[in-house]
Every structure is written in C-alpha cells, then in structure tokens.
C-alpha cells in the first residue's frame, strides 16, 4: 500500500507553510545524520533538500467506503461513525490501527477534493453503484483529469452499472470511472490520465500517461524536483566521462518517468529495463509522445537481466521492430544464446541508474553496478540504500546526496544518490 498519512479534517489547521518547514528540516537533518554516523556521507558531500507543496500534493490517493447500510467490517471498526439513524456513505481511512471518516483529505490534490463529496453524495442516492461498494480509488493529473476506481464485493456490474457510471462522470467531472469486483473490470470512459505540468528548469515540458491500477509519482512537484535533480548529475557525468557516446543502463525504469527526460540531451543512447509488460506499454508511449530519442526499453527481470548483461557492460541490438508496441527485441552478447544473427549495434555503458522497489538491490546486481564510472540511485527506503552504500562505498564515493519529500509529515523517506568511482574516471 502506498504510505500515506492518515490526515483528516482535524489536522487540516497544523498544514501551514511554517508547521511544514519545521517538519521537513527535522526529517531531513536526520536522514542526513543517520548517513554521516554510517560514513556513507561525508563533508564533501553536496547535500539538497527538494521540499514538497504543504498541502494538495497528491494525485493518486484510495479509500475504503463507509456505507451506514451495510452490515460490514467497516460498520464494527469505524471510530467515529455518523448517526445511526441516517442514511450515510463516507470515505474511511486507517489512522494508528483505527478507522476514520475522511469527509476531507487535505494531502489530496484540489481536484481530488473537490470531487469527493460529489461522488458520495451521487452514490448514496444510486442503489446501483453503491450496492457493495467497498472502496475508491482517484488517479489525477494538475490539468483536472481524474479516473475513479470503484471497487466492490463480488458482484456483476451490469449494463445499468454502466449507464450510471456514465451519469456520475458528468456529475462529478471525471473523464473515466473503472468498477472493480473479484475477476471483473468494467471501464467507462478513459482508464488514465496525461499529466502535461512537467516543466523542468532547463524549460523543457512533459507530458505522461498515468493509468489506473499502475504505478505513478503520486506528486508532481517531487516528479519535477527528482528530474531536475538527475538532469544536473547527467550534465556532470557527461562531464566527468570523456568516452563518447556516453549510454546509461537504467535498471527499475517503470513507465520512462526518469528515462524522457534524461534522453537525447545527456546521454546518447539509454537501454531501460523492467519486469512489468503493462509500465513496458507506457513507457514506450511517453517516449514516443515527447519525441524521446535514444532511448529503448526492454521488458526483463532485472536481477537474470543482470547475470547476462550488467557484467559485461555491454548490449547488442538485433534492430528487430514489433510494429505494435514499437518495440525493439533485445538480445546479450552471451554467445550461449541461440540467435546468433549480427547485431546492428553494440551499446556500452558508462553509467547506470537504478530506482529499485523497497527491498534495494540484490546482492549480485550491487556487486555489478560496482564497476561502472558512475552510478545514480533513487531509493524509496533508506534502510536499504544505507546496505546498498555499504557494499558500492567500497569502489565508489558519495558526491550528491539529496533528500526528497515524496512524503509530508511522515516517516517515509526517499532519498537519492550520485557516486562516482574512487579512483580517476577515465
């Protein structure tokens, strides 16, 4: 589950800009201090701070759904329910291990919050979406786009479903509704939304597909923050590496969020990898919709990836097009393998970028990613990038630490990292 703070109405009046700051230096003097203690940090180390907005910050936000008709769990466990006596339906959200009624959600984007009692609202007088309704889910962008998930207990969402689902977009401004029940999906509308707010330092925009169900930076302006941050360590790294052309291998690279916009202007050619088909689909069309040139992306594991390809710093291309995803088929240099047709190209890489799910990396591909000049790390868990710096501070050494407020007023943190070899890059 996403790691969002359970923020109510009654916390609303603490969100200030001063009650944010205050927050933001006390967890970001300790994740720096808890990296010092270890020296995985140091004085020459650069260390930024990349602030979220106080409040309104997130697109992507779910809840259960309180219905006072319904005889459910949420009936037994709600701490602070309606009267009995009304006909009432909510959103719920855990607080401390207890549930809570989330008539407003702050942390929410404006959008979101303008949206939510217009759903329930709609819903509470519809016996058609609200029979079994469990749960919601908003995916939204800054230019007003929101997708609703509704998600039941089994039950079939019939074409009447359908036409109120249809009748609750117009009411509430949503350019899509997606019902979920156990083995069934019914969309109405669109199941995604294009974020164009991307506009980084350099002044170039992008625009990305978010879909429902899948993985987005839920906050736009660390989204910002994070890409411009790796931009100026990609402008270093050109720098620093003479060899030319300069290739990144960018390991964990979801939908292309990293990969647009580090494409073309800082490296030459970019190989991206990930495991997930469906973020393989998304990330191909952000590519192709801001013109991304250079860059592939390939659908793999990254840890059998790693054991044919992350030693040897080197991939061939069999220039092999798939004219419906317009893809590219991938193959190593192992020779083991059985096409063994010329490769058009051979891509060398001098650097590499790995933004790994909370478990870090394993231990083989850290060993590899060892070897390579310079390294670029985004880590949604400092317990396991502190392991992970253990292990790459043996040949490698912290230039830029940064720490980046993907979540207010929580103990979750994310943190990124820019090494470079110990000894003289040649």
Known sequence: PDPVPAITEMDEGEMTPECYAKSLE??????FEDFRKLNLIDKDTKLQVFPSKHKHYRSRVGFGI???KNKNAYRQL??????DSKDYLCHVIWRDGVLLRADRFPIASEWICKAMPLVTSYVLGCETLRRELRGAKYLGSSNGQLVLTLIYKARKLEGSWQTNAANLCKAAGLVGIVGRSKGVRVV?????VVEDGVKLEDGRTFKYRHVESSFSNPNLTMCVHTLNWLCSCSEDIRKRIAKRPLNLLELYCGSGNHTVALAGKFFDEILGVEIDKKLVDFAQHNLKVNDAHGARIIKADSQRFCRQVLRKRQWQITGVSDEKNETLDFRSSDPDL??????KQVMDFSAVLVDPPRAGLDKFTCENVGTYPALLYVSCNPEALKRDMKELGKTHRAIRFAFLDHFPYTKHVECAVYMVKKAPLK
């Open 26 to 31: 006390k967890r970001s003097s300790l994740a």
């Open 338 to 343: 059985k096409d063994n047709s010329p490769p």
């Open 188 to 192: 109405v509308g669109a199941h995604f």
């Open 78 to 83: 709600l701490q602070n329910p309606p009267e």
């Open 66 to 68: 309180y219905d006072s």
